[in-house]
C-alpha cells in the first residue's frame, strides 16, 4: 500500500475527530496584534480572537512561512511518504506560494500543491474527499491525484456579514469591492468566485439574506445532490443556532455548526453566518 500523507493549513476548521482519524498535518497561519504574533488553534483560541476583535483591536494575519513548511514535509520525506498538500486559496493568501517555495527547496518530486480555491470547511470538506479516496476506499495516488482538481466544482460557500469593513480593510474583499459605495443600504450575499469573494445577490435586509441563501442551496442541491453540509459562524452564537435550526427544518436534515477560526474571523468579523455545502456531483 502507497504510504501517503495529507498536509493542510489551520484555515480548514475540520474537527479533531477527523484530523486524528486520518492523521492529517495541519500548518497553522498566524494572527497579528502589533509585534505580537499568534498561531491558529496554537498560541489563541476562536474566543480570544472575537473578544479582541470586539474590542475594536484590528489584527492582520500571514501565511506560515517556507520553512514552516518544510518542517513538516520533511519528516514525512525521510520516512518514504508521498505528500499531498492543499490549501487555502490563493486568491485570498499566499500560503500556496509558501508550501512551494519549501517543496522548491527540498528538491523533491513527492509533493503535490493544490488550491482548493476556497477556506473554512470549503477546504475542509475537499480533505474529507482526498482522505476518503486515500484511506476508506483505497484508491492509488494517481487516481486521487487525478480526482482532486474536480473536487473544487463541488463546493459552494455563501455568506453574510454584519460589515464589509473587516473583508475590505485587508483586501480580501476581491470582487466585491464593486459594492463598498452602497454598504450601508444592502447586506449582500457574497460567494466564492474562482477563488476570491464576490457578490452574488443584493438582498435590502439581512433577513432576506438568509431565506435567499436557503433558496439557493435548494436549487443547487435539487439539480446536483448533496453530500456535506454546514453552517458557519463566528461570535454570534445565538443568530447561528436560530438559522441551523431554521434550515434544518427547510433541509429536513441534520445540520453541524462549525465555527470560523481566528484567521478567517480576522477578515469577515463577528457577525456572519454561512452555508458551505458539497454536493454529489
Known sequence: MEKVKIVTDSTCYLSQDVVEK???????????????????????????????????????????????????????????????????????SGTINSANAAKEALKTDKI?????????????????????????????????????PNLSNHMNIFFLVGDLFYLARLGRIGKAKAVMGTIIKIKPILYFDNGVV???????????????????????????????????WGDNKEEAEEYKALCEKEFGIKIPLTRLGPIIGTHVGPDVLSIHFYTEK
Open 22 to 92: 486520518y492523521d492529517i498535518l495541519v500548518v497553522p497561519l498566524t494572527v497579528r496584534f502589533g509585534e505580537t504574533t499568534f498561531k491558529e488553534h496554537v498560541d489563541i483560541n476562536d474566543d480570544e480572537l472575537y473578544e479582541r476583535l470586539r474590542k475594536g483591536e484590528l489584527p492582520d494575519t500571514t501565511q506560515p512561512s517556507p520553512e514552516d513548511f518544510a518542517s513538516v514535509y520533511k519528516p514525512l520525506l525521510d520516512k518514504g511518504y508521498s505528500i499531498i498538500s492543499i490549501h487555502i486559496s490563493i486568491g485570498i
Open 112 to 148: 503535490w500543491i493544490f488550491d482548493s480555491k476556497f477556506t473554512s470547511l470549503g477546504l475542509g470538506f475537499q480533505i474529507m474527499e482526498i482522505a476518503r479516496m486515500l484511506y476508506d476506499e483505497g484508491k492509488s495516488l494517481k487516481e486521487v491525484l487525478n480526482e482532486i
Open 198 to 232: 464576490n457578490v452574488l445577490e443584493q438582498p435590502r435586509t439581512m433577513k432576506k439574506g438568509k431565506e435567499r441563501m436557503i433558496e439557493l442551496v435548494k436549487d443547487i442541491t435539487a439539480k446536483k445532490g448533496l453530500k456535506y453540509i454546514t453552517i458557519t
